[in-house]
């Protein structure tokens, strides 16, 4: 079975051949730290980690590289802003240390923990990046006006390729500063010289520090070399970044990337998330009110290169859409346990342990090659509830015996590993509450309801509901009660 990647370059879906057969090199965008996370970041970095991790699992050791962008404007200005009076050099330190130990921590968090991955800063490759520079000079691909270098798009014949636009259109789309000196408006800077009291280190070209788009191309040949398999970010991000990163590369006589993966953008109710909107979730936010599985399955039921748009609404749905999963999880155990209270359903035609065990193996090939097909995670994750749908309608049936019970078993194990390549942990947080309360506030709720004092006991399941405890009243008038995820 062959991998299939959607390739942005191509605009394709071509079968993925990695240049080594058992490794897969794969640099992705990562983030300029200034700010705390916000769930924009987590889809980005949960996206890729999810091929890493398939890719893994097809048995591919995978080099995985994530830049950290840590020399740009928008750090010197929130250094300025949360340290004013301070040197200016010290304070742009402290703002990126203190916002990719945020982005650590949050991704920790997240249970994206990405082992074994390279996280090169920019800040620790600005002399690679100045040999880098002064090769595309001597290429006559770059040249240098005043103390600034540009890259000369003129030069680089395919320039616009990624993102399968003309010159002209590229020219509309371009702003020229005033104190910037290039040829062509497109031109884009690859040294800019230096500001009083800025960051800048020392270059032929005098002192100053590097474009933004360089430490891509620099970073990633220095890292994977200079060909590699899989260039991965934002659909913000192919023009003019990955646009400029191609022509850098090849302008100096690389061959690059391979195949380039793109993700969709994250909206927040139809809008672009914006602090100046009051709309901005950062993950600590999100996490304050719903555990990562919930967010990662609403990433999970998009695919990747389509956009999302997150409302707390839908995290809700998301949650009880998990929670259909833990509970059937849960149900297999009590089978297991011996539990007699289950026959519910009388199914017009039985499925038999033979019979459902045939289906699941169906499933899991199902799984692989939704997963196989351009990482279809939507397909994937449906898979896993056509398991749980027919599972739970045996379960749940008067016909169940005991030889279906090794299957469900089968099924679950299913279940858990698949849900673990997508990073789907069913982690469960610690009770709030003893076991003996809950039991307490349910017979109490039990007097209430004989009394008809509804409001009263209806007071306790909800006051139980925010301690995450759902209560469940049968047909015949039993509770039972379980954990809210
Ligand atoms: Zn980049």
């Known amino acids: 079975m062959s991998i299939f990647i959607y390739n942005s370059l191509t605009r394709k879906k071509?079968?993925?051949?990695?240049?080594?057969p058992s490794q897969v090199t794969m640099y992705v965008c990562g983030p300029t730290v200034y700010d705390q996370p916000h769930i924009g970041h987590a889809r980005s970095a949960y996206i890729f980690d999810v091929?890493?991790?398939?890719l893994a699992y097809r048995g591919y050791q995978v080099k995985f590289v994530r830049n950290v962008t840590d020399v740009d404007d928008k750090i010197i200005d929130k250094a300025k802003a949360e340290f004013p009076g301070e040197d200016l050099i010290g304070a742009v330190k402290k703002v990126s240390e203190k916002y990719l130990a945020s982005y650590h921590e949050a991704l920790q968090e997240l249970g994206i923990t990405n082992a074994g991955i390279s996280e090169p800063k920019a800040s620790e490759y600005i002399p690679k990046m100045v040999k880098f520079i002064g090769l595309l000079i001597e290429k006559g691909m770059a040249y240098q006006s005043g103390g600034d270098v540009y890259f000369d798009i003129t030069k680089a014949k395919e320039y616009g390729k990624l993102s399968n636009q003309s010159l002209e259109k590229m020219?509309?789309?371009?702003?020229?500063l005033a104190q910037e000196n290039k040829k062509n408006p497109l031109d884009f800077a690859l040294w800019k010289s230096a500001k009083e009291n800025e960051p800048s280190w020392v270059s032929p070209w005098g002192k100053g520090r590097p474009g933004w788009h360089i430490e891509c191309s620099v970073m990633s040949s220095d890292i994977l070399g200079d060909k590699f398999d899989i260039h991965g970010g934002g659909i913000d991000l192919i023009f003019p970044h990955h646009e400029n990163e191609i022509a850098q590369s090849e302008g100096a006589g690389k061959e690059f990337a391979c195949y380039w993966m793109h993700h969709g953008l994250l909206t927040i109710n139809g809008?672009?998330?914006?602090?100046?909107?009051?709309?901005?979730?950062?993950?600590?936010d999100f996490l304050a009110k719903y555990p990562a599985d919930v967010l990662k399955l609403f990433f999970l039921q998009t695919h990747y290169s389509q956009p999302v748009d997150f409302t707390w609404e839908v995290m809700e749905e998301k949650r009880s859409a998990l929670e259909r999963i833990t509970i059937f999880l849960g149900m297999v155990k009590k089978r297991e346990e011996g539990s007699e209270s289950f026959t519910k359903t009388n199914l017009k035609k039985a499925v038999s342990a033979v019979e459902l065990e045939d289906l699941i193996k169906d499933y899991r090939e199902d799984f692989l090659k939704a997963m196989d097909d351009d990482f279809n995670t939507p397909n994937a994750?449906?898979?896993?509830?056509?398991?749980?749908?027919?599972?739970?309608k045996v379960l749940y049936d008067s016909s169940f015996n005991k030889a279906h019970l090794p299957v469900l078993k089968y099924a679950l194990e299913t279940i858990k590993e698949y849900a673990g390549i997508l990073g789907i942990s069913f982690e469960e947080k610690p009770l709030l509450i003893s076991e003996e309360q809950i039991k307490e506030s349910i017979s109490m709720r039990e007097d209430f309801k004989k009394q008809k004092l509804y409001a009263q006991a209806d007071k306790i399941r909800k006051e139980l509901e925010e301690k995450g405890i759902i209560l469940e009243d049968s047909k015949d008038g039993k509770t039972t009660w379980r954990k809210r995820i």
Do not use: D, H, W
């Open 51 to 54: 091929a890493r991790r398939y």
């Open 171 to 176: 020219e509309s789309g371009t702003r020229v």
């Open 381 to 392: 994750v449906a898979v896993l509830y056509e398991i749980v749908n027919i599972c739970n």
């Open 271 to 284: 809008q672009k998330m914006a602090k100046s909107l009051g709309n901005f979730v950062t993950i600590k």
């Open 14 to 20: 071509e079968i993925f051949q990695p240049l080594n």
